[in-house]
């Protein structure tokens, strides 16, 4: 219905909406699931930015700065 992509950094890069997700469907309603697609999408962005930086060094695995 709606989907929403993000670069590693988490910021929004590009929002499809497809058109049925709005037929007979108030905004509101609308609104929520962009809501969790844009929450979807960041939260896949810091997974994929944790999982490369452990490749890169390990010690980002345990959350300690460097």
């Known amino acids: 219905m709606v989907r929403v992509t ?4 988490g910021n929004i890069r590009s929002v499809f909406i497809d058109p049925a997700a709005f037929e007979g469907r108030d905004a509101e309603l609308l609104a929520d699931l962009v809501l969790a697609a844009v929450g979807e999408a960041q939260r ?5 930015l944790q999982s490369e930086m452990k490749k890169v ?3 980002a695995a345990l959350g300690l700065s460097l």
């Open 44 to 48: 896949r962005a810091a997974d994929l």
């Open 57 to 59: 060094h390990p010690s």
């Open 6 to 9: 993000a670069d590693g950094r």
